[in-house]
């Protein structure tokens, strides 16, 4: 076995995964939460007013980068639920339930944002445009996958059959992604592009990538700080979890 | 890799294959049939079947726009191969002025086009308001035509 597959393995093992995700999660937490405090003061004081929509293009820095993390959470879903149907990896499992909520949650908020922003900019709360309809579409999915999850008793297959869910509604993810360019959609373009230049001035792109970089930390620490319960859950009958909680001293009652 | 596992790769592959497919298929099939909106030239080419409830998007023609009693207004759509007077009474977005993109909602009445809701649609640049001043005037000084008027950072 060469030295990454033996890592893979041992990262995959519960306690190991227990121990770690336990070391990083302050830390994930506390870049987050300082990066983001970073990200939104220079959004919303040092970066300048936009010259058509002045001060309130500013919802940007929480619409934008939620709308990343709402694609990117489900690529790691997917990609999580994956392994765990092929390989019947149960951390991968776990993975992928923990991050379909924090999903959602990401998603929830851009489709909110979006409708704050959307009724004084474009006259409108909500439109039936591709971008919006798709995008809402994620949310079902992930409301989908969560709903069969807690449907099924035993957590292993409940993991599985949703996961099965998530690998499916991933052809859902460059619908989001290309809405804009295939359909005449009501929403704008991408203005922030890895290919080509950003249409976006550089004193409003930089605290729009340490939103992103702040939403990103923040995703994987709630995301591990929820792996870690249900590994505690899900093993709790075995010896490596007596030890923990002996160590702590705490008594069963 | 046991053959367990390998059926099951396969298998996965095959249905996530099928998604695509199956997919792309729809995408490409909404792509014809489905119109969020309507240029003016296709209006007057006779794509809209009459009497429909449809939108019609373009750019507001500058100094087209007409405020009539309270909260009437009327103004020119183009999209510069064709023009459409569209008359609307109602409130009006922030962002509506000349040469927005708007997307207006209504039927055809006569040869002009009567809204019930008027949108505008943003573009995806964002620029601090001294730099689109200063490039609004260097614009000006150098007699660039009104089309590069849209400032790029």
């Known amino acids: 076995m060469n030295t990454l597959s033996l890592w893979f393995h041992k990262f995959g093992s519960p306690p190991t995964f227990y121990r770690l995700s336990r070391l990083l999660c302050p830390w994930l937490f506390a870049a987050a939460c300082l990066i983001g405090a970073v990200g939104l003061y220079a959004g919303l004081v040092l970066a300048p007013a936009d010259y058509q929509q002045s001060d309130a293009y500013r919802i940007i820095f929480i619409h934008v980068p939620c709308a990343w993390m ?10 999580n639920a994956f392994i765990a149907v092929v390989w019947r990896i149960k951390i ?58 807690s449907a099924i008793e035993d957590r292993r297959q409940a993991a599985r059959a949703a996961g099965f869910l998530a690998l499916i509604g991933i052809v859902n993810v460059p619908i989001v992604h290309f809405s804009v360019n295939w359909w005449n959609t009501l929403h704008q373009g991408s203005t922030v592009r890895l290919l080509g230049p950003s249409r976006i001035d550089a004193s409003m ?6 939103m992103a970089l702040a939403t990103h930390i923040w995703f994987f ?13 899900q093993e709790s009958g075995k010896e490596w979890v007596r030890e923990i909680v002996q160590a702590q001293g705490v008594r069963r009652e | 890799m046991t053959p ?66 309270s909260l009437t207004v009327a103004f020119v759509v183009t999209d510069g191969d064709g023009d459409m007077r569209v008359e609307y009474n109602g409130i009006l977005p922030d962002l509506f ?6 997307i207006a909602t209504g039927s055809m009445q006569g040869n002009q086009f009567l ?18 001043e200063a490039m609004d005037k260097a614009h000006r000084k150098h007699n660039v035509p009104a089309e590069a008027d849209k400032p790029t950072p």
């Open chain 1, 70 to 79: 709402s694609l990117f959470a489900y690529i790691f879903m997917a990609a």
């Open chain 2, 4 to 69: 367990t596992r390998k059926r099951r790769l396969i298998m996965i592959g095959a249905i996530l294959v099928a998604a695509a497919a199956a997919t792309t298929l729809i995408v490409l099939a909404l792509q014809q049939n489905m119109t969020y909106l309507f240029t003016p030239s296709e209006i007057l080419a006779g794509k809209v079947p009459d009497g429909a409830r449809f939108r019609i998007g373009g750019m507001v023609k500058e100094g087209s726009v007409e405020r009539g009693q």
């Open chain 1, 92 to 149: 991968s499992e776990i993975l992928a339930m923990a991050s379909a909520p924090v999903g959602a949650m990401f998603t929830a908020v851009t489709l909110l944002t979006g409708a704050i922003w959307g009724k004084p900019m474009w006259g409108t709360w909500w439109t039936w445009d591709a971008r919006l309809t798709s995008e809402l579409v994620l949310l079902f999915l992930y409301l989908g996958v969560i709903g069969l999850f």
């Open chain 1, 221 to 233: 620490a709630s995301v591990l700080a929820r792996s870690r319960s249900s590994v505690l859950e």
């Open chain 2, 115 to 132: 809204a019930t809701e008027v949108l505008a649609k943003h573009d995806e640049t964002y620029v601090p308001r001294d730099v689109a």
């Open chain 1, 205 to 210: 792109l930089w605290p729009l990538l340490l």
């Open chain 2, 97 to 102: 002025r000349d040469k927005q993109s708007v």
